[in-house]
């Protein structure tokens, strides 16, 4: 079946300018989660939303970030005015869900952001 | 605070020299380990999620297991195919959905 899917794979812009990621997850899946790669870096959970509940925000750096969910599917996560230490990959992920019992987060391609 | 550490960080092997990665964690309220295997340029593919002490999980070349403070990925005979970076994650109580991560494990096999 079809995965977590996010687009653009790649995407290069300049300081200042605003960027839109795009995520699909897994048909079925009520939650959602947007994590961040640096290099040299872990994994880091930036946003989590889960169905129609409040989104966790806890791990967004600074207000420049946001994300919404629409419909209950797909997600775009904002980065306004770009620093060069948004330079990173954006992982996706999504899974069953609250009430189930393992809840794996299956994980999208990236999109990898270069900030010039 | 909570935190997944990983060793070693990088690990050179030669084809069918069997060996073992380490997940240690400090956490409070451990709900499941996961580990996931990632390629360059891909995203993270899932392996296996550990929920109890004495737990473990195998899936060809592979076996996990876990004890209370940490979880070995155990690779044996390997084969070039398996070098990718493997990393852990904590799945925790009272943290909603988020997973923490540890730093991973670069794993290169040589044939």
């Known amino acids: 079946g079809a995965g977590v899917s996010q687009s653009p794979s790649n995407k290069v812009t300049e300081k200042g300018k605003d960027v839109e990621l795009r995520c699909d997850p897994i048909s079925g899946h009520t939650a959602l989660y947007w994590y961040r790669q640096s290099l040299g870096q872990g994994l880091e959970f930036l946003i989590y939303?889960?169905?129609?509940?409040?989104?966790?925000k806890s791990g967004l750096p600074s207000d420049r970030f946001s994300a919404e969910r629409t419909g209950g599917s797909v997600s775009t996560l904002t980065i306004q005015r770009t620093q060069q230490e948004d330079s990173a990959v954006y992982l996706c992920?999504?899974?069953?869900?609250?009430?189930?019992?393992?809840?794996?987060?299956?994980f999208g391609p990236g999109t990898r952001l270069t900030v010039l | 605070e909570d935190q997944v550490t990983q060793s070693p960080e990088a690990l050179r092997l030669q084809e069918g020299e069997s060996s073992s990665l380490n997940c240690s964690y400090t956490v409070s309220g451990l709900r499941g380990l996961f580990w996931y295997r990632q390629d360059p340029g891909k995203g993270p593919e899932f392996l296996f999620t550990?929920?109890?002490a004495g737990e473990e999980k195998e899936k060809e070349r592979l076996k996990a297991t876990l004890t209370k403070k940490e979880s070995f990925l155990h690779i044996t005979a390997p084969k070039p195919e398996d070098s990718a970076t493997y990393l852990c994650a904590v799945y925790l109580y009272n943290q909603g959905g988020k997973l923490i991560f540890g730093q991973g494990t670069e794993l290169s096999v040589k044939p």
């Open positions: 992920a999504s899974s069953l869900g609250q009430g189930s019992y393992s809840d794996t987060q299956y």
């Open positions: 939303f889960q169905g129609n509940s409040a989104p966790d």
């Open positions: 550990l929920y109890s």
